[in-house]
């Protein structure tokens, strides 16, 4: 089938569509700008840094939210409506769908965090930032964005009810985040869990070291998540 | 064409479809019938791929659904139950993604079908706004627009008001004309009015299947012949059609101002040419008669009520 695109994309494409002409996009990326905003000027001036670390300290807890926002419907509405019969007659393999629903959620965080570049401006306009960590940690979200929004994907495909979809999916998300957090109340010997962590692995990267472990962990995350979706996907029929 | 060898599906303990074989060649329309909740729809959905059969094979153009669900979905069109489209995209749009998804290059197709369905008017409306018809029939041209051999509709007239239903089953009969169709309903007047072959399906097994004709045929009891007769009382008219042979019972049917009667007869003589010769022999007059299908209607309940196959 050597048409001009490969049905993923266009699954991803009709995702997004589906995004921007209903409510929830702009509903997500409102309270995501809010939030981010007010945390990030909040002791802004009071340290007079130009630096965007508040910002990137917040992301990884911001994510394990907003990503399942994000990706609550993408199989739970199909299967609830009832087109998901219709998407899995199409002569499309159950990865192709799940890999275009995966890239409309990747697309849809990263026009939820490309405001926040107004940020990176203003500090541009006022001061000299080192930009190691700024790129860093906008490499950084867009992994740690695909590692949430993949979980998110897979919970969302294991029910039908959204807010199910999104419970379960923040649950996991913010359990990913939290491992790196409390390492530090845990004995010795299990400080290792700390390399399972979402935040860890982001406090990495983020600090403008990039590091090939890191982008495995991500990457092995997203493809972990995405296989598991298919798997349940499949074990439903 | 399409090959459904002892396909069994549960749902937790309950066995919705219970080891159904039946074989579909080209070029028929076959209504699948049965009461609510007997198997159609699991059924349907195992033909497309959709769900996979706990046990059993199907196979669709001599491809193993299992071993080659890309290429069966290929020859396959699909309108599920209550046409599940995406609420929020114009018609238009969504019938450029299915062609899409389907790897459709000529985008006249669209336009084509469009005439076909009758939906050229609410190509660029919400599929939200359309009513239940228009929302089906947009359905309908989802699953035709690769122009597939085999079209599998999930109770294509459900909903919908009597003239829809008429339109609805019109497109149906001309493309099955060339095509392969296999539909489900529970509306008896509409296998008979569309299909050429029914399969009865009943508590998850196949309870009949057979020819529209064969099946309207057949049954127990005998054929039933109405007879309208002037001239002529009930008394004397059943007392003489009583001594013919093969006639069972004769009763009495409202005739108003002539006499009117059910005769009843054993299944394998058409008794129709002897009371033609009586009647026209008495010299009363015969207004009508007519041979009496048993309707599907009795034939249905007689096989999915207490037919012990459970």
Redesign the interface.
Known sequence: ?R???S?AF??AR?EL??YF??PIAYIVITIFLIITGVLFFNNFFLFNQAEMRNLFQLLPFMFTFAAPAVTMRLFSEERY?????????????TLQVVIGKFIAAMVFLMVMITPTLVYLFTILLVGRPDMGPIIGGYAGAILLGGASASVGLLTSAASKNQIVALMTGFALNFFLWLLGKIVIYLPDRLAFLQYLSTDFHFRNISRGVIDLRDIIYFLSIIALSILVTVKIIDER? | MIRAESITKSYGTVRAVDSVSFNISMGNITGLLGPNGAGKTTTL?ML?????PDSGTITVGGYNIEENP??V??L?G?L???A??????LVY?YLN??A????I?ERKRIDEMGELCGIREVMHMNINELSKGYRQRVGLA?SMLHDPEILVLDEPTSGLDPNQIIEIRNIIREIGKKKTIILSTHILSEVEATCDRIIIISRGSIAADDRTENIQLSGKSGHIISILVGEAGFGELSGEIGKLPGVISVSESPGGALTGAMVTCGAHIDVRPEIFRLVSGKNWVLYEMKQEQKSLEKIFRDLTIGGGNA
């Open positions: 089938m048409n001009s695109q049905p266009s699954i009709r569509k589906a002409t209903g409506s009832g087109s998901f019969e219709i998407l899995m007659t199409f002569p499309v393999s029929r | 959905r497309t791929g959709y769900l996979k890309i290429e979905k290929k396959l699909y599920p139950e209550s599940p489209l995406y609420g929020d995209m749009d993604f299915v899409d998804m389907r790897g290059e989802q």
